[in-house]
């Protein structure tokens, strides 16, 4: 495992996005999908690179990959590390109809690391895009159809020593602790028999496969073998002479598992149970963009009432946040309520299910923000945020630093004292927020905003599902499935933009519209009339624009070249649906002088004449060129 003596530390650190803990750094291991940082890296004697793969991928395809990014740990045959050699067993794992989707390898001393097929006959060491499926899905499954008992034991060797017993076992990648709820869904009417090794984390995860196969299999009993060892397991138990005869005996009086019967689960498991909806195994066909966008819309309306147009907004809004590092800008989704009971904590519920690793949080502090976006990388749902934004500008900053990838970080001191050092934190991750009115100016220009209301006596929606359902799960599968054919697309899409959507109006309809342009004409259309609709209808912080829009539709109609002040605010106050008429805080209309304060940030002036103060149509055009698009911005029109 030495390397070169010339090799620049800095440079393997950066190659693998390396963070430091201690006296070494931790990294992601570029041979497999490492959401953890598995690969430590330290400096050895005259300042070598010592690197360490703690899910046991060899060092030289390490140094391989490294390589590649300008970052090699060692030249050829100079390079040490664990080699082929060590590798002592492979594991292959099938799908229901027997193909080979993934491999699990087995290293000596001990280690274990994953590989799935790189489509050219060859195999990868990776899992990213594979399908995660159980050991020995068809035996399993024949197993299940024909009434007999499966064992769920926690290694491959266990279940290939108890399948020369005539028992049919299975068992998940990578040991103690790694059992998904994908798995569980192949143990679906079965009897489970789950056989711990004899220690803590093989009881942990022991309960942890009863968990998350309860109301899937028919029957679970967990089982601890007698005499066994510290650490063993039923291969020991087996090698001790266990025969077939003395396990089912054993069997016959393990009790049946339950809940209730259970012990509560550890804070971590608590949190694994919380977050299984974020493991989303693809879907197993291909699926089409309309067809998923028409499913989501149809979720929304089954649940909640909504503002027209909202439906195609957040439809498309989901699939961009399955998709979000394929573009430059993400818009955030903003709930308005005027007040209580409008819908807002069903429509956060609806996309907290539908969207990949979601959390969903009532309060949260700035330097919690990106230290959970740093580490997470998750779809953030915030409720009550008027209760805290507002007042808070560092958190507004944080905010809005992850409307653009580029700008997506914040920089902060870590340590004390003297050992202090700068970090970079991502703030880059899809965002949700709720609150009772508007937020601050900067947030609600980012955003999509959907304003919710009270639905009537005679409008029925169905009870919000509190719950994940069998629909919903199904959504999240065909939605990762359409995100991982069409991420090449939408990284190199240039959508059709109308020419009304432009400056940051344009950013934020950018993503959403190259999404309906791969759903067809229809989608587009309706995604444009979406964007013109919803853009229509300005907040607090767009008053100035506002006014400018609602001049120019005044000059428009009058076809005037000039318009007395007075007349002119006299027209303002009496358009429909305006902010105009009631504008101070005690309800009075707005006023010549507070027209003539709010236009002087354009560098708009009346000019004092012999009848009067008057606006003049030329004054107003580079503004309204600059500001406005060319469609009425205001409800006033």
Known sequence: MTTRTDVSLEAVIKAVDGKRHGNHWMGRCPCHEDDTRSLSISRGKKQSVIVTCHAGCDTQDINAELTKRGAPIFNGANGGGRRHSNVVEKYDYHDEAGNVVSRAVRLAPKGFYQQSPDGNGGWRNSMKGARVVAYNVPEVLEAIAQGRPVFAVEGEKDADNLARLSIVATCNAGGAGKWKDEHSQFLKDA?????????????????????????????????????????????????????????????DEAPEWTPLAAAPPPAADRKTVRRVHWKVEPWHEPVDTAELLNSLEAVFLRYIVLPAHATKVLALWILHAWTIDAVDISP????????????KTTLLILIYWLTPRSVLASNISGPAAYRFIEDEMPTLIVDEADSFVKEDDNMRGILNSGHTKPAAFVIRCEGEGSKQQPREFSTWCPKVLASIGALADTLMDRSF????????????????????????????????????????????????????????????????????????????????????????????????????SDIRNIFEKDRAEWLGSEVLVGKLVDLPETPWAEWTRTGKALSSRGVASMLKEFDIKSKHERDGRKYYRKDFEEAWDSYLPSFPLSGGN
């Open 191 to 251: 009897d489970v028999i789950i056989l711990p090794d004899n220690d803590e984390p093989g009881r942990k995860h022991a309960q942890s496969v009863a968990r998350l196969s309860h109301g899937i299999a028919s029957r679970i009993r967990i089982l601890e073998l007698p005499g066994l060892k510290e650490k063993g397991d039923i291969s020991n138990w087996i090698a001790d002479g266990g025969t077939a005869d003395q396990l089912w005996a054993l069997v």
């Open 332 to 343: 955030y989704l903003i709930i308005v309520s005027p007040t209580k009971q409008c819908g």
């Open 449 to 548: 905003r959907i304003r919710m209301r009270r639905k009537t006596r005679g409008e029925k929606v169905q009870r919000r599902p509190l719950r994940d359902k069998p629909e919903l799960a199904e959504l999240r599968q065909k939605v990762r499935r359409w995100a991982d054919d069409n991420m090449a697309a939408l990284e190199t899409a240039e959508p059709n933009m109308p020419d009304e959507l432009f400056n940051r109006l344009g950013d934020n309809w950018e993503p959403l519209l190259a999404i309906a342009e791969l759903a067809g004409d229809d989608w587009w259309k309706a995604a444009h009339r979406a964007a013109l609709a919803l853009t229509s209808k300005s907040d607090e912080g767009d008053r100035k624009v506002e006014l400018l």
